[in-house]
Every structure is written in structure tokens, then in C-alpha cells.
């Protein structure tokens, strides 16, 4: 007998937004629809209202809210986001002229947040962020906690009632600050360790869905997943990476960026993206068939400055040449056109990255004297070795050389590797 299956029916959602002019409105929406299909959602409508600011009752207007009540009834929605930060005041009264399940821009990001994190840094930092959101929320929401029952807006922590304890939840979020400070204790140690053997690091950052996990595993056949959707990766992955020269640096893929990356976020996951400050060498990744590259750009650069990175070294990685090939592609050392499907231009970013990190060792091939047994171990503790080979001369090595120990080895140098 053979087994029928059921397609699973997407929520059907209503996308809402309003234009201040505070930012680009339109571009906003595009992204809060492909979160939504992120999140497993079919986006049915799309509503802009320009107005000044946000009605305080509403957010939006009544006669649009009227519009979206008779659009909720006709369309068979199951849910309206909103592409701002709603109060939960707002909140309730949305949801109750339109009688529909309400969740705005953050929620739903944390949602996405909470079904993609995998480590348990990860889940502590997204229970975090949800519970301190929902926390400011629950004082005037009313009734419209009980629609929020189960699905998107509700992944993670649990299902917030109306009932909820606001004292169980303070207490919650002091265990997980508690747990989160523990592992962050451990990540700088971690840190402080890689930084006292002179082990480079390399991270890789950018808008989310720009190629970055593409790249990552391309680099270091690392096996992250690699989806064209947004924050397809959450946690930080890191790897070995060997460079042409003989150098391993450790290569790192961190959460991507988006328009607007609420503030509660940038707090959550402050820890992990400051992964980012600590690195040698940043490649910022970048889809170069976006419309709005510059655009992207930018809001990518601020970020980074909010992170204090903006003085380290950078590479932008022009991804997904193959799509633009009208464009006069010219890399150098600080811009590389790459294609991280097709593997075309990666010659050029390894040579790149060589260019940009510290001469922390250098490839030597040295015969060492056997008098010299103690300074071929010194070597041997701290040195990548290709080959060692032993001749009436003395013992002969193919190795990378650390910076503090060239000087010596120079005497008994027989040819360099460049």
C-alpha cells in the first residue's frame, strides 16, 4: 500500500506596513515577505499606509485597518504581520477589530531565530530575546495572547498566556543571563588562547542569504547548511582554513544582517557577533545582482561600526558573478569577484586574504645541526611541519617558521617556498 501525503497547508498571511520616510518602505516590505517565507508562511496581501507616524491606538489608520478586517474574511488569513514594532496595546486592539492572530516585524524574526539555532548558546540567546520581549508586552495585551496559541511568533520559549507570571519569567531570564554569561566566559577564553598561539582569524559576515554559508563550505567543506533564505545559518560555525603559503587561519560564517536588524537582537546576539571584533581579517560577503547593493552595503558598514570592527582589515567579496556578467569585473586585493556556486574567483580571495593578515610564519626549508636539538624542538612545538628528513648534515625541514624564531633559523637556511 502506498502511503498518501498530505502537502501541509502554509499559514496565509497579511503583510502590513507603514512609510514614515524614516526608511525605504517598499525595499522594508520585499524582506518582511521573504521572512515570512522563511517562516514557513504564504504572503496573500501586502498594505502600505503613508502617514506621519504611527497611530498610537493602531498603527495604522482606521479606514486601512477596516480594509485589512474585510481582507482578512475574504482571503482566508490565518495571520497579519506587521512590519514595525507593535506595542502590546496595539497589539490587542488589532486584533480584536480584525479578529486575527497579530504579530509584528520582531516576532517574527525571533520566531525564525528560534526554529534555526542549534547550539545551546543559541537557543539561550533566542529564549532571551523572546522573553524580554514578551515581557514589555504583556501589560495590554489582553485577549490577544490567547490567539497567539501555537505556530509562527510562538517558537522557542514556550506559548506566553495572559495569565503568565511576570515573576516566573523574570526569574527564567535571570537563569538564562546566568547560563549566557558561562559560555561567553568560555568563548573569551577561547579567544585569549587562539590570540596567544598566533592563530589568525578570519570571519565572514553580510547580508543574510548573500552566499556567505556558499563561500564558507566552498573554503572549508564544512557542511553549513546553504538555503536561499534568510538566516539559513544562526550560529557561529568556524573552521581550519589552509592558505596557498602554508598558513592555517581559522575561518569563521556568523549570522547574517538584514534591513533594519531589530535593536533587541543586535543586544541578544551581541556576544556572538562580536566574534566578529575579535578577527584578523573580515570578508564581507555581498550578492552583486542585488539592486540595492549600496544600499546594503551600507547598512552592513554601520552595523560593523556598531561592533567596533571598523577598523579591521576587509575584503568585499562581490558574490554570484555568474549572474552579472554585463559588469567589468576587476578584483585586487580589497574588492574580489567571486561566484561561490560555480568555485570562479578563488584563487584571487585566497590571495587576497594572504595579502591582508600579518606575516605571522613564513614556509622555510632549514637543515638544523644535531647540536642544535633544542632549537628544532622549540621549532617542533610551534610550527607547522611538511617534511623533516635526517642527513649526515643535520635534520632537514619543510616547515612554517613563527616570526619569533626566522632570525635563528636563517643560518641554516637551504631555500625558501614562496
Not at 65 to 71: G, N, P, V
Not at 96 to 107: E, F, G, H, P, W
Not at 158 to 185: F, N, P, Q, V, Y
Not at 324 to 336: A, G, I, W, Y
Amino acid at each position: 500500500m502506498h502511503e498518501i501525503q498530505q502537502e501541509v497547508q502554509k499559514p496565509r498571511v497579511i503583510l502590513a506596513g507603514i512609510d514614515t520616510g524614516e526608511y525605504p518602505a517598499e525595499l522594508s516590505m520585499q524582506e518582511l515577505a521573504e521572512l515570512a517565507e522563511t517562516a514557513g508562511c504564504e504572503p496573500v496581501l501586502t498594505c502600505i499606509q503613508s502617514r506621519p507616524a504611527p497611530e498610537a491606538a493602531t498603527c495604522i489608520g482606521a479606514g486601512k485597518l477596516e480594509e485589512i478586517a474585510e481582507a482578512v474574511r475574504n482571503l482566508q488569513a490565518d495571520m497579519i504581520i506587521f512590519d514595525t514594532e507593535l506595542t502590546g496595546m496595539q497589539m490587542r486592539n488589532i486584533s480584536d477589530l480584525t479578529d486575527c492572530k497579530v504579530i509584528d516585524r520582531t516576532m517574527l524574526i525571533l520566531d525564525i531565530f528560534a526554529g534555526r539555532a542549534r547550539t545551546a548558546e543559541g537557543k539561550i540567546q533566542v529564549s532571551l530575546a523572546q522573553y524580554k520581549y514578551r515581557l514589555t508586552r504583556l501589560t495590554g495585551m489582553g485577549k490577544a495572547l490567547s490567539r497567539l496559541g501555537g505556530g509562527i511568533g510562538t517558537r522557542g520559549p514556550g506559548e506566553t498566556k495572559l495569565e503568565t507570571d511576570k515573576r516566573h519569567i523574570r526569574a527564567r531570564i535571570a537563569s538564562l543571563e546566568k547560563e549566557l554569561k558561562e559560555i561567553e566566559k568560555h568563548r573569551r577564553f577561547m579567544t585569549r588562547r587562539r590570540k596567544k598561539d598566533g592563530l589568525l582569524t578570519v570571519a565572514v559576515v553580510g547580508y543574510t542569504n548573500a552566499g556567505k554559508s556558499t563561500l564558507f563550505n566552498l573554503l572549508t567543506n564544512a557542511g553549513v547548511l546553504e538555503e536561499d533564505k534568510l538566516f539559513a545559518t544562526l550560529d557561529v560555525t568556524a573552521r581550519g582554513l589552509e592558505l596557498p603559503d602554508g598558513r592555517t587561519v581559522l575561518i569563521s560564517d556568523t549570522v547574517g544582517f538584514i534591513r533594519r536588524l531589530p535593536h533587541h537582537l543586535v543586544e541578544a546576539f551581541r556576544a556572538t557577533l562580536e566574534e566578529t571584533a575579535q578577527a584578523d581579517l573580515i570578508l564581507h560577503v555581498l550578492d552583486a545582482s542585488e539592486p540595492d547593493l549600496s544600499d546594503r552595503l551600507q547598512m552592513t558598514q554601520e552595523l560593523l561600526t556598531e561592533l567596533g570592527c571598523s577598523e579591521i582589515p576587509q575584503i568585499h567579496v562581490l558574490n554570484k558573478a555568474d549572474l552579472v556578467p554585463e559588469l567589468t569585473q576587476k578584483s585586487d586585493f580589497d574588492t574580489v569577484w567571486i561566484s561561490a556556486k560555480h568555485g570562479g574567483g578563488i584563487e584571487n580571495l585566497m590571495t587576497a586574504i594572504m595579502h591582508h593578515l600579518p606575516q605571522t610564519a613564513k614556509r622555510m626549508k632549514l637543515c638544523i645541526p644535531y647540536t642544535e636539538g633544542g632549537f628544532l624542538q622549540k621549532i617542533r612545538e610551534d610550527s607547522k611541519f611538511f617534511s623533516e628528513d635526517f642527513t649526515p648534515e643535520g635534520t632537514v625541514i619543510d616547515a612554517m617558521i613563527a616570526v619569533k624564531f626566522q632570525k635563528q633559523a636563517e643560518k641554516y637556511l637551504l631555500s625558501e617556498n614562496t
